[in-house]
């Protein structure tokens, strides 16, 4: 709509020019009524360039913007939490499977060493993987024990963020919405309202003008 305005603006003040450059350069022998009733459309053009700047429309454009930031800011805690609860469950998995894994290990470590034909995958990997057995497992565990607390020291703090936004979404909408309309209907009757007013006079002098012309005749 702004854009809009703004072209609409430019022409008129274009066609304005243009009216006003010819009329000096070249008068083309218009009389004295028709004269009368370019410069009333020429006034109207004038006294509505403020009007058509929108300021109306443009304040609620700002303040829709500002929710906008409002808006982002919710959308990049959502990605904190999101991320911070998706460490929690990937520590979590990855700790149940090296648990799972290293189990059959453990009971082999009363006196006999472990069967590799009869391992899975899984349990080489952590059997294979480090130089110390349980340290692979003590390095997860402490991984999960940060993940976990990172998502208990932010869950209240995410929460109660997220269930203020909650209350603040229905006043945004309406706001903006309520309030790109009024202005806009604003900006539409108080231009009509000038445009009006100066077709009446533009009509009445217009008629004057024929009824002239045709008194002459």
Known sequence: ILCCMDKFRSLQNSLASGVQDFLVMDAAGLDEPTLALVRLCLTL????EPLLKADGIRGVTAACEEVGVDCE????LLCRREEAYRELRHYEDKLAWLEQA????ERNHTGSHANWH???DAQRLVHAGTAKP??????NREKLVRARSAVQD??????AELTAFRKRRSTHAKDMLLGLFREYLKQL?????EARATAEDFD???QSSLESDEATC
């Not at 053009?45 to 509505?48: E, G, I, K, P, Y």
């Not at 349980?134 to 390095?139: K, N, T, V």
């Not at 932010?154 to 929460?159: A, L, M, S, T």
């Not at 009757?189 to 309202?193: L, N, P, R, Y």
């Open 154 to 159: 932010n869950h209240e703090e995410w929460e």
């Open 118 to 120: 009869g391992e899975t």
């Open 102 to 105: 290293a189990a059959p290990q």
């Open 189 to 193: 009757a108080d231009w009509g309202h």
């Open 134 to 139: 349980g340290c692979r497992l003590l390095r």
């Open 73 to 76: 800011r919710i959308r990049l």
């Open 45 to 48: 053009f004038h006294d509505s």
């Open 204 to 206: 009445q002098e217009l």
